[in-house]
């Protein structure tokens, strides 16, 4: 085939390709630019038939009135260091639990990652209550005897946010798959050298997993931020709430402050914004090399 | 059949509070008597309050002056949401740990009286205030009164005059022959033949409230007197049903027209000239569009065919069983059923409030959709009024769906969701 064919096919296959990127991109992005001009519209402008995109009077005053309508410091405080809590937990004994698995020989590792795929397909919803269970139910704990009873055990307590969900499964599954695919030449190297078991899966087979780390950091970060639920059930002080518990306060059975809670949402969604801005590249990496196992 | 994160953890919670209300060393006397001084810290949990507003009303006015009727009363307050209430009530019961007060919704209380984790209320608490025996009555099982009642939401018909005298109608319709007759008329279709406006937005409200609105007002029933037996699988029932899928056929109604919860209604928009709505739209219009209302273009009545029908929701305060603090924990519940706790907490929801005491108040008569709730309040019915409501309630919407989008009859759905209610009741 001539060259310049090829050449002009080539184009082509490039114009249509950001076309359809550019398409894409527009259509991700419009519940993001629609929640931060609903964010600065008034009531009125919000019910206007037809709607209008851009507001006829800007309200930024929006954010400091829904600012003032909880205790949101205290919310993003709480969300900071329970997201913050299961990252480091998560990355640090799933990727020891994965590292485990991939590259140890011990009786019953198979059994084990079975069970950790089998976790994997429980329900999320399933296990609420029995976590729930255990949380309450928590021996010398809050008021508890050696038995569990007589007290409220880890509910209302920073051990019930951040303990039942610092590990999970997928993480684990993911490390492992990493961690497999590195060449053994380097580990019997370290291991000749005279390295321990932990300087190895420290010093030389982590830093060749970076991508892995990076994206179940990110992953970990924004399910523990966005989560409701949990946090909603095992705690009942305000001082211990989360955002998205706190956002709640403007979405009520017979109304819904739309302004207030699109300027909520927005604050709320800048650290992941943030977040996947400085890690997208690892982030992207992570999953295309998971994804190819 | 699907499953929810709500029918999943209902199944699961319901099997485990009778573990945790029968072994659970914590759950005290489950009849405890509240007899006693009136003393000690309690736990409050509310899906009432839970909005900006709602929290400084009930910490910055309710419970002040309920600490000082009570002053050796400290009241723990746990704020939920109504979607995640079941799930609330559920783990604390299954914790042992049920909140002192808790407030439910209408149909809530036979099941959690059935499973005795709510105590009986002295009966003279029915006579303290004007209360309409059809609020009173999701409040009593098994003869026996479990709840006040605070605030009601009811399910009534919206209209816009402008378009019904755009199109030469003159009264709202009297039964659904009128109904579907002027939701033909009222429809406007563009030039290409796509609906810009249905008659009729009956989807608007949840679809599980409209369904038993219909067949309230056929005359119809959800279950017997005592609970045991499935009664809206008659052709009442079915008619319901039909009346939706007809509306459609008709093209004077849409599945796609209809708005959620606080986004501005198909009524406003002008998308609609009739509208399934909950009274507290009169509070929403006038906040998105007032001129609707100063220019007097929107109108209510109740819905009629056989009987005139409302259905009644709502949110009503009950006592634990298994309270440490009995005596205390139904003085926060006398208080908060009395017109007094009522009135503002109405207000700040838009809500029809409990007691008919407060008719001649200035909320009540500025309020238009609540003054005609509240005049009509002997046409109000209650969804539930079985011990295995919190399981099949999850299951109606899905159900009727089946049918709205075309996949089934109305018969086929509501045998099936009959099907589902019996093997529910079964199960008691």
């Known amino acids: 085939m001539p060259p310049v064919e090829t050449s002009a096919r080539f184009r082509t296959g490039r114009i249509v390709l950001y076309l359809t990127l550019t398409a894409i991109s527009l259509v991700m992005i419009v519940p993001f630019v629609w929640m931060l001009l609903t964010s600065v519209k008034t009531p009125g402008d919000i019910a206007a038939v037809p709607p209008r995109l851009f507001p006829t009077e800007w309200a930024f005053g929006n954010y400091a009135d829904a600012l003032r309508a909880a205790p949101f410091a205290t919310y993003a405080r709480n969300s900071f260091v329970i997201a913050a809590s299961h990252t480091v937990l998560n990355v640090l004994i799933a990727s020891m639990a994965g590292y485990a698995l991939a590259r140890l020989r011990f009786r019953g590792s198979s059994l084990i990652f079975l069970a950790f795929v089998g976790a994997l397909m429980i329900p999320t919803y399933t296990k609420i209550l029995p976590e729930f269970l255990i949380v309450r139910f928590m021996p010398l704990f809050g008021g508890n005897d050696i038995t569990g009873q007589g007290g409220t055990g880890w509910l209302d307590t920073w051990w019930a946010l951040i303990i039942p969900g610092a590990v999970s499964p997928f993480s684990v599954f993911l490390f492992r798959q990493f961690y497999l695919d590195l060449p053994v030449e380097l580990e019997e190297a370290a291991r000749l050298d005279g390295l321990s078991e932990l300087g190895i899966y420290a010093r030389i087979m982590t830093p060749l997993v970076k991508p892995a780390f990076i994206t179940v950091a990110l992953l970990t970060f924004e399910g523990s931020w966005n989560n409701f639920l949990w946090p909603l059930l095992v705690t009942k002080s305000d001082s211990l709430r989360v955002i998205q518990v706190g956002l709640s306060v403007f979405r009520t059975e017979n109304d819904t402050q739309w302004a207030f809670l699109m300027a909520g949402t927005t604050l709320a969604t800048v650290p992941m914004v943030v977040l996947f801005l400085i890690g997208q590249r690892y982030f992207v990496q992570g999953f295309a090399t998971a994804g190819i196992k | ?410 018969k086929e759905a509501i045998d099936e969701l009959a099907n589902l209610s019996k093997e529910a009741i079964s199960r008691l």
């Open chain 2, 1 to 410: 059949m699907e499953y929810t994160r709500r029918s999943v953890l209902t199944a699961l919670g319901l099997g485990a509070v009778a573990a945790a209300t029968g072994c659970s060393a914590s759950s005290g006397n489950s009849q405890a008597t509240a007899d006693g001084p009136v003393e000690g810290e309690i736990s409050l949990l509310t899906p009432l309050f839970e909005g900006s507003t709602g929290k400084d009303l009930l910490e910055g006015k309710l419970l002040p002056a309920f600490k000082q009727k009570n002053p050796n009363v400290t009241v723990k307050v746990d704020y939920t949401t109504y979607a995640a209430l079941n799930e609330k009530i559920t783990t604390s019961l299954a914790g042992g740990l049920m909140p002192d007060v808790v407030m439910l919704g209408v149909g809530w209380i036979p099941p959690f009286a059935h499973k005795k984790v709510l105590a009986p209320l002295p009966d003279d608490l029915a006579k303290r205030y004007e209360y309409e025996d059809r609020v009173l009555e999701p409040s009593r099982y098994d003869g026996k009164l479990y709840a006040l009642p605070m605030v009601l939401d009811t399910r009534i018909v919206t209209y816009r005059k402008d378009l019904f005298a755009e199109a030469g109608i003159k009264a709202p319709p009297k039964d659904w022959a009128e109904l579907r007759e002027m939701s033909k008329e009222l429809a406007r279709s563009d030039s290409s033949g796509k609906l810009s406006r249905v008659g009729f937005d009956p989807f608007s409200i949840d679809l599980r409230q409209c369904w038993e609105t219909f067949l309230f007002a056929n005359d119809g029933n959800l279950f017997d007197d005592s609970g045991q037996q499935v009664k809206f699988n008659d052709d009442r029932g079915v008619e319901a049903l039909q009346l939706f899928l007809d509306v459609i056929k008709d093209k004077s109604a849409d599945y796609s027209f209809k708005s959620s919860a606080g986004q501005p209604t198909t009524l406003q928009q002008g998308r609609s000239a009739m509208m399934m709505s909950n009274n507290s739209l009169w509070v929403q219009l006038k906040k998105q569009s007032p001129e609707l209302l100063k220019e007097d273009k929107v109108g209510a009545f109740i819905l009629a065919n056989k009987v005139p029908a409302m259905l009644q929701g709502g949110t009503m305060v009950a006592r634990s069983a298994s309270s440490k603090h009995a005596a205390a924990a139904q003085a926060l519940v006398e208080f908060m059923g009395t017109p007094e706790s009522i009135l503002p907490t109405a207000e700040q929801r838009g809500s029809v409030p409990g007691v008919q005491d407060l008719r001649t108040s200035d909320y009540v008569k500025n309020n238009g959709f609540v003054k005609l709730a509240l005049d009509n309040m002997s046409k109000a019915r209650s969804e539930g009024g079985t011990a295995a409501w919190m399981e099949i309630r999850e299951k109606i919407k899905t159900t009727l769906e089946t049918a709205v989008v075309g996949k089934r009859t109305a």
